[in-house]
């Protein structure tokens, strides 16, 4: 027994000592890599960078502008959850105003969970990115449309949540480029 214990120290630390030598041999001596260079068609073998102008995508500026959307409408909804939760357990409301703050609540969660399904849906249509927020049943959609936008593609997005979500009575629909 105390020889398969020792057999088992020996071997971790000599994979630790392997591991902390290779950490400083490749510290010393590191490596280029570049992900697209590696598994691109390369028939050299030889590692390179890529052509700074031809390798240029334009990158979404409005995506983060979806994301910072997100983050306000879900900090706003947190706040209310908070506050929903604090009348939950409240000892002063009565029974019937915390079953009104739980059914609210759940309320919230189903439209945040719709909302959140409709934007994969319409990223599913093809487009990069989408934001949809609704309040009082008129659901604003903002999409990012790579190849320029047309009247039908609002139409397409404005039948397309209309018949997905019964809530919905005014659909806007804009579009970023």
Do not use: C
């Not at 057999?7 to 590191?30: D, R």
């Not at 598994?39 to 073998?45: A, I, L, P, S, V």
């Not at 994969?120 to 093809?126: D, E, P, R, V």
């Not at 927020?133 to 999409?143: D, P, S």
């Amino acid at each position: 027994m105390k020889a398969n214990k020792r057999t088992v120290w020996f071997l971790t630390l000599l994979s630790l000592v392997a591991v902390i030598s290779i950490y400083y041999l490749k510290k010393e001596a590191p490596m280029d890599l570049d992900a697209m260079a590696i598994f691109g068609d390369n028939d050299k073998g030889t590692v390179s960078k890529p052509d700074t102008e031809s390798a240029t995508k334009p990158v979404y500026a409005d995506s983060m502008l979806f994301e910072e959307m997100r983050m306000t409408a879900m900090h706003e909804r947190s706040s209310l959850k908070d506050q929903l939760t604090s009348k939950m357990l409240s000892a002063d409301l009565s029974a019937e105003d915390k079953i009104a703050a739980y059914e609210e609540m759940n309320e919230l969660i189903k439209q945040t969970s719709a909302e959140e399904m409709m934007e994969i849906q319409i990223k599913a249509l093809g487009y990069p990115d989408a934001f949809v927020r609704m309040e009082n049943g008129k659901v604003t959609v903002k999409v990012v449309a790579e190849d320029g936008h047309s009247s039908k593609m609002a139409a397409e997005i404005t039948q397309y949540v209309m018949t997905s979500w019964e809530n919905a009575r005014v659909v806007q629909v804009d579009f970023m480029e």
